[in-house]
T-cell receptor, first 113, second 113 residues
């Protein structure tokens, strides 16, 4: 059973607000990821981390930023939310070994009005 | 340019029959493939994977087949159960340890009782 948690599950926020989406895992995984998914579309990698103080941008350009100060915590921040940021954001983690699957959190559905 | 394609957005199958979900890919560098299952408002859950050195992997009711020459993989579920109704995502990665997954758009499976 996966132990990876995202908060909040749902968020409706006004344009221009700063938001932070939380993601925590208790499995001690080194690798963590943020994916973005629009309805009916594929998941796109927007950020990933291979360990503490390591962050990289993914394939899909995003105005969000991430930090990895602790192994278990990988928050995503939008400094100024816009309606185009409305989407589902999924956090995942995995071990560093080969042939291991990524465990996903339940996701945060963000709506910017 | 979609590197992982799931050309059937939806599939309906009678309970007890076989469900076959298909996935095509274009990047010949992909060497590890995974299937995820996703319920509404939940994060994806890992289902089954296959390495490019194999052509079949079986886990209970789920079997994944890989045809490297055709760049095609399929997920077979037999017998199908109503609880299998979900969106199934095919994903691929270059180098199993890197874990930057490229996802397809998903196929919504409905198993009719």
């Amino acid at each position: 059973e996966a132990d990876i948690y995202q908060t909040p599950r749902y968020l409706v926020i006004g344009t221009g607000k700063k938001i932070t989406l939380e993601c925590s895992q208790t499995m001690g995984h080194d690798k963590m990821y943020w994916y973005q998914q629009d309805p009916g579309m594929e998941l796109h990698l927007i950020h990933y981390s291979y360990g503490v103080n390591s962050t990289e941008k993914g394939d899909l350009s995003s105005e969000s930023t991430v930090s990895r100060i602790r192994t278990e915590h990988f928050p995503l921040t939008l400094e100024s939310a816009r309606p185009s940021h409305t989407s589902q954001y999924l956090c995942a983690s995995s071990e560093s070994h080969l042939d291991t699957e990524a465990f996903f959190g339940q996701g945060t559905r963000l709506t910017v009005v | 340019d979609q590197q992982v394609k799931q050309n059937s957005p939806s599939l309906s199958v009678q309970e007890g029959r076989i469900s076959i979900l298909n996935c095509d890919y274009t990047n010949s560098m992909f060497d590890y493939f995974l299937w995820y299952k996703k319920y509404p408002a939940e994060g994806p859950t890992f289902l089954i994977s296959i390495s490019s050195i194999k052509d079949k992997n079986e886990d209970g009711r789920f079997t994944v087949f890989l045809n490297k020459s055709a760049k095609h993989l399929s997920l077979h579920i037999v017998p199908s159960q109503p609880g299998d109704s979900a969106v199934y995502f095919c994903a691929a990665v270059v180098g199993a340890g890197s874990y930057q997954l490229t996802f397809g758009k998903g196929t919504k499976l409905s198993v009719i009782p």
